[in-house]
């Protein structure tokens, strides 16, 4: 068992509960199914006894009703032909009802147990139907009477005996049936199983409740013991127990509780001779107080009155360092106005060389645009001369061809004529346009070097710029430097006269010292006995 003992508290109820659950739903389902089964046979016995027999024995006596009414129907005839008349009207109606309730019940025959049994009587009740209505009605259609009487006779009794052995044999298996399960409701051994599962499960119940309180008591036990110890001040016997649950953890605990208090009132012990022993270099420092207030007193008497003349001194500091600010920060704002000058001047300097850049950045494209026109005007001059040339072969062709050439010469003439002023216009173009390029160039020589100009000026007033940033810098900490002294003068003639004022109450504080050191004398001798008190209450204790 030592599994279980291993087991948190938790679990063990747990598996005690589940135990005694479990043992019940055992119980539960063995009745119940003992309930069920003999609910199953009750329920089969009924049916048994009220559809299957009722069936049987319906089919059984409306075979009787047949044979006596087929009987009756032979005697009438028999009756009639002695005495030489004619049945009455309808006599023949009884067998034909007779046949019609026979099908029915045997038609109500189910052949699911009795397979070749019921099969037998529904075919045999089918045969007597049919052997009547083709061996008998006939005659009677016809006034046979006698021999109709006689075809019955022949044909429909010898279904009656086999008939009746099969119902009986059926009646028979059916009853014996019942009887079996008949049997079974009075059979006792489920019962006795109920009841054995039902006497087991409620002694192994009262085992695991007794066992689950006894394991409770016993480790409640141990606990209890443990704490009796710590509440007799006795700290010398360790708490242990075998358990590993919750018991075993509170018995731990315990044990954890024990050191801590014993490692606690040593401590305490420790601390209180400890004490003791301050207490009374307390004692002995406090008398040194008593005297050293009273030196205190007489020289902070001195401090005060030094102290008034520093305040006066710092006073005259203070007035000259405002009007020291004064001057700087109005130096500082003349600075600040030239530097804003000098700013504007810097921003128009950057916004003409800008301005010269873009103008110089036009007549550069103009320079392109010149070439591309004089590329253009080449390659017209150049078309003219092959022009030229196409019409002086032209001439020449048309000279060739004599009379009939003679017009296409005088074309050829005037293209050569027009091709020659072509040239002539474009040599024309080519020098205006290389005089446009020659003043574009010099132009654009002179933008360099004005921009080069304006940006020297520009870089020389951003020096200027930082000449006068450097100098405002410079004013501005002068100003702060002037400020923060004038500050600070204010600040130590407000510390000199807190000064002055404090060395008045250090006087008083230095009497109420010797006084209060006088009283705190007592007090530490009254701690000295509570701490004696303490360390005999201590001794107490058995560590």
């Given at each position: 068992?030592?599994w279980?003992?291993?087991l948190?508290l938790?679990?063990?109820?747990?598996?005690?509960?589940?135990?005694?659950?479990?043992?019940t739903?055992?119980?539960t389902?063995?009745?119940?199914?003992?309930?069920r089964?003999s609910?199953n046979?009750?329920?089969y016995?009924?049916?048994?006894?009220?559809?299957?027999?009722?069936?049987?024995?319906n089919?059984s006596s409306?075979?009787?009703n047949?044979?006596?009414?087929g009987?009756?129907f032979?005697e009438?005839?028999?009756?009639a032909?002695?005495?030489?008349?004619?049945?009455p009207?309808?006599?023949d109606?009884?067998v034909?009802e007779?046949l019609v309730?026979?099908?029915?019940s045997?038609e109500?025959?189910?052949a699911?147990?009795?397979?070749?049994?019921i099969?037998f009587?529904k075919?045999?009740?089918?045969?007597?139907q049919?052997?009547?209505?083709t061996?008998?009605?006939?005659l009677l259609s016809?006034?046979?009477?006698?021999e109709?009487a006689?075809?019955?006779?022949?044909?429909?009794?010898?279904?009656f005996?086999p008939?009746?052995?099969?119902?009986d044999?059926v009646?028979?298996?059916?009853?014996?049936?019942?009887?079996?399960?008949?049997r079974?409701?009075?059979n006792t051994?489920?019962?006795?199983?109920v009841i054995?599962?039902?006497?087991f499960?409620?002694?192994?119940?009262?085992a695991?409740a007794?066992?689950s309180?006894s394991?409770?008591n016993h480790?409640?036990?141990?606990?209890i013991k443990?704490?009796?110890y710590?509440?007799?001040s006795?700290?010398?016997?360790?708490?242990?127990s075998?358990?590993?649950?919750?018991f075993?953890?509170?018995?731990t605990s315990?044990?954890?509780?024990?050191?801590?208090?014993?490692k606690?009132?040593?401590?305490i012990?420790?601390?209180?001779?400890h004490?003791?022993e301050?207490m009374?270099?307390?004692q002995?420092?406090?008398?040194?107080?008593?005297?050293n207030?009273n030196?205190?007193?007489?020289?902070?008497?001195?401090?005060?009155a030094?102290t008034?003349?520093?305040?006066s001194?710092?006073?005259?500091?203070?007035?000259?360092?405002?009007?020291?600010?004064t001057?700087?920060?109005?130096?500082?704002?003349k600075?600040?106005?030239?530097?804003?000058?000098?700013?504007?001047?810097?921003?128009?300097?950057?916004q003409q060389?800008?301005?010269?850049?873009?103008?110089s950045?036009?007549?550069?494209?103009?320079?392109n645009?010149?070439?591309?026109?004089?590329?253009?005007?080449?390659?017209?001059?150049?078309i003219?001369a092959?022009?030229?040339?196409?019409?002086?072969?032209a001439?020449?062709?048309?000279?060739?061809?004599?009379?009939?050439?003679?017009?296409?010469?005088v074309v050829?003439d005037e293209?050569?004529?027009?091709?020659t002023?072509?040239?002539?216009?474009t040599?024309e173009?080519?020098?205006?346009i290389?005089?446009?390029?020659?003043?574009?160039?010099?132009a654009?020589?002179?933008?360099?070097?004005?921009?080069?100009?304006?940006s020297?000026?520009?870089d020389?007033?951003?020096?200027l710029e930082?000449?006068l940033n450097?100098i405002?810098?410079?004013?501005?900490?002068?100003?702060?430097q002037?400020t923060?002294?004038a500050?600070?003068?204010?600040e130590?003639?407000?510390?000199?006269?807190?000064?002055s004022?404090?060395?008045?109450?250090?006087t008083?504080s230095?009497?109420e010292?010797?006084?209060?050191a006088?009283?705190t004398?007592?007090s530490?001798?009254?701690?000295?006995?509570?701490?004696?008190?303490?360390?005999?209450?201590?001794?107490?204790f058995?560590?």
């Open positions: 068992m030592s279980y003992l291993k948190p938790r679990t063990k109820l747990l598996l005690s509960f589940i135990s005694i659950i479990v043992l739903i055992i119980i389902v063995a009745a119940v199914n003992s309930m089964d609910q046979v009750a329920d016995i009924r049916w048994t006894l009220e559809e299957r027999s009722v069936r049987i024995a089919t409306d075979m009787i047949l044979q006596h009414q009987d009756i032979m009438t005839i028999y009756n032909h002695s005495k030489g008349t004619t049945p009207r309808g006599f109606q009884p034909n007779a309730e026979l099908a029915s045997a109500q025959l189910q699911s147990r009795f397979p070749e049994e099969g009587i075919d045999s009740v089918r045969q007597i049919e052997r009547y209505q061996l008998v009605q006939p016809d006034g046979k009477y006698f109709a006689e075809a019955f006779q022949r044909n429909i009794p010898e279904f005996s008939v009746y052995t099969r119902l044999k009646r028979n298996i059916q009853t014996q049936e019942v009887i079996d399960q008949s079974v409701l009075t051994a489920p019962m006795y199983v054995g599962i039902a006497i499960s409620l002694v192994l119940s009262m695991i007794f066992y309180a394991y409770i480790a409640l036990s141990i606990t443990n704490i009796g710590l509440e007799k006795d700290f010398t016997h360790n708490a242990s075998k358990y590993q649950d919750e075993g953890n509170l018995t315990v044990e954890n509780l024990r050191q801590q208090l014993t606690v009132i040593r401590s012990i420790e601390s209180a001779d004490v003791n301050v009374k270099d307390a002995q420092s406090i008398v040194r107080l008593n005297k207030a030196s205190s007193e007489s020289r902070a008497i001195s401090i005060a030094a008034d003349q520093m305040v001194t710092t006073q005259d500091i203070a007035q000259n360092c405002d009007v020291a600010a001057l700087a920060r109005k130096t500082s704002d600075t600040a106005e030239g530097k804003s000058q000098a700013q504007q001047s810097i921003n128009m300097i950057f060389v800008e301005q010269t850049k873009a103008n950045q036009q007549i550069e494209a103009m320079i645009q010149s070439r591309s026109i004089g590329s253009i005007v080449n390659t017209i001059d150049e003219a092959q022009t030229n040339l196409l019409a002086l072969n001439a020449i062709e048309a000279a060739r061809a004599g009379e009939a050439g003679r017009g296409f010469a050829a293209v050569r004529a027009l091709a002023r072509t040239g002539s216009s040599n173009i080519t020098k205006k290389s005089l446009i390029e020659s003043d574009a160039n010099k654009s020589a002179t933008m360099d070097q004005s921009v080069a100009g304006i020297a000026l520009a020389d007033t951003s020096v930082h000449v450097d405002f810098e410079q004013v501005e900490n002068v100003t702060s002037i923060q002294i500050t600070a003068a204010e130590q003639t407000t510390a000199t006269h807190e000064i004022t404090n060395m008045q109450e250090l008083n230095s009497r010292v010797a006084q209060i006088s009283e004398q007592e530490v001798n009254v701690t000295s006995k509570e701490i004696a008190n303490l360390v005999s209450l201590m001794n107490n058995k560590l």
